[in-house]
């Protein structure tokens, strides 16, 4: 068995309808339909052919945003999750880079880094040379003045850790960013990089390893086996390039609102709505969510 949920703004039963229709058409063999939040989303459960069943539901409605899975697992049990573009709305380094008055030049080599077309790693290294002498201060002031959580990013963590999931944030961002998000958030775990700053200044370096795609990938494996989960159990969401490993492991691995990479290889998407979606896939209801 294998369910489809729908989200969107005014979501009507006529959608829902249609939906099992083109199902049907496609020989998914849908089965019930119910409603997780009337006018927001539903699932409609079926038969066969998922791969068919996404095929036929992505995009053949305006502003909705369809996850498929099977139903068995459906409730995650780890929330593995990228924060940059994800869980907050900006690329910290970007906006801490406008404080050094070069955001346009660090801001072009993070859309490729995140696209997939230099190595993390490296561009990683060569933006932050250039914040070189930069006043920690900058930090805190970038904090407060434009780091800003994602829609739907704290009800999603706080409400799976209320019912019981491991929350793990892991961003190839700078932990002066990632600790205090993640604690507002409600995540349990936080690894991210580390910034070296000497005499109040940043030094133009991050501790190594640097935190990459391999670590993201590597810490949603441990924690899978450190909890005794199946694959099935584990969620991860992510926008760029360094999330695709994470997201290829996760029983529901999802690109929200991500570059063109990884929203193709992805087994799920969020394109139109927000976080919350996640919790809809789940099919918790949104009389059981916990406040943000």
Same mark, same amino acid.
């Given at each position: 068995?294998?369910?489809?949920?729908?989200?969107?703004?005014? /979501?009507?039963?006529?959608?829902?309808?249609?939906?099992?229709?083109?199902?049907?058409?496609?020989?998914?063999?849908?089965?019930?339909?119910?409603?997780? !939040?009337?006018? +927001?989303?539903?699932?409609?459960?079926?038969?066969? @052919?998922? !791969?068919?069943?996404?095929?036929?539901?992505?995009?053949?409605?305006?502003?909705? !945003?369809?996850?498929?899975?099977?139903?068995?697992?459906?409730?995650?049990? /780890?929330?593995?999750? !990228?924060?940059?573009?994800?869980?907050?709305?900006?690329?910290?380094?970007?906006?801490?880079?406008?404080?050094?008055?070069? $955001?346009?030049?660090?801001?072009?080599?993070?859309? #490729?880094?995140?696209?997939?077309?230099?190595?993390?790693?490296?561009?990683?290294?060569?933006?932050? =040379?250039? *914040? $070189?002498?930069?006043?920690?201060?900058?930090?805190?002031?970038?904090?407060?003045?434009?780091?800003?959580?994602?829609?739907?990013?704290?009800?999603?963590? $706080?409400?799976?850790?209320?019912?019981?999931?491991?929350?793990?944030?892991?961003? &190839?961002?700078?932990? +002066?960013? =990632? &600790?205090?998000?993640?604690?507002? *958030?409600?995540?349990?775990?936080?690894?991210? @990089?580390?910034?070296?700053?000497?005499?109040?200044? %940043?030094?133009?370096?991050?501790? $190594?390893?640097?935190?990459?795609?391999?670590?993201?990938?590597?810490?949603?494996?441990?924690? #899978?086996?450190?909890?005794?989960?199946?694959?099935?159990?584990?969620?991860?969401?992510?926008? &760029?390039? @360094?999330? *695709?490993?994470?997201?290829?492991?996760?029983? /529901?691995?999802?690109?929200? #609102?991500?570059?063109?990479?990884?929203?193709?290889?992805? &087994? =799920?998407?969020?394109?139109?709505?927000?976080?919350?979606? %996640?919790?809809?896939?789940?099919?918790? /209801? +949104?009389?059981?969510?916990?406040?943000?």
């Amino acid at each position: 068995m294998f369910i489809a949920t729908l989200v969107a703004d005014g /979501l009507a039963g006529g959608q829902l309808s249609d939906a099992s229709d083109r199902l049907a058409s496609s020989g998914c063999a849908p089965g019930p339909r119910q409603w997780l !939040d009337e006018g +927001r989303a539903a699932d409609i459960a079926f038969d066969s @052919n998922p !791969d068919q069943a996404r095929a036929t539901l992505e995009g053949a409605f305006a502003a909705t !945003d369809v996850i498929v899975q099977p139903a068995a697992h459906r409730e995650k049990k /780890l929330l593995v999750a !990228d924060m940059d573009s994800t869980m907050i709305t900006v690329e910290c380094i970007d906006e801490l880079a406008d404080y050094a008055g070069i $955001k346009g030049q660090i801001a072009e080599v993070t859309e #490729r880094a995140m696209r997939g077309e230099l190595d993390f790693a490296e561009a990683l290294d060569a933006r932050v =040379a250039l *914040l $070189k002498d930069l006043e920690e201060s900058a930090i805190d002031r970038c904090l407060a003045e434009r780091v800003r959580d994602t829609s739907g990013a704290a009800t999603l963590v $706080k409400t799976m850790a209320a019912r019981g999931s491991t929350t793990v944030l892991v961003s &190839g961002g700078f932990t +002066r960013f =990632a &600790g205090p998000v993640g604690e507002r *958030l409600g995540f349990q775990r936080v690894i991210a @990089n580390v910034l070296e700053i000497a005499e109040a200044r %940043l030094t133009g370096t991050v501790t $190594k390893p640097i935190v990459d795609s391999a670590t993201k990938e590597t810490t949603l494996l441990a924690v #899978r086996e450190e909890l005794g989960l199946a694959p099935a159990q584990t969620l991860a969401v992510g926008d &760029g390039a @360094n999330d *695709l490993a994470m997201i290829r492991q996760a029983g /529901l691995g999802v690109a929200y #609102r991500a570059k063109p990479i990884v929203a193709a290889a992805a &087994g =799920a998407r969020i394109d139109h709505t927000d976080l919350t979606t %996640l919790l809809y896939a789940q099919g918790i /209801l +949104r009389s059981e969510w916990v406040a943000a």
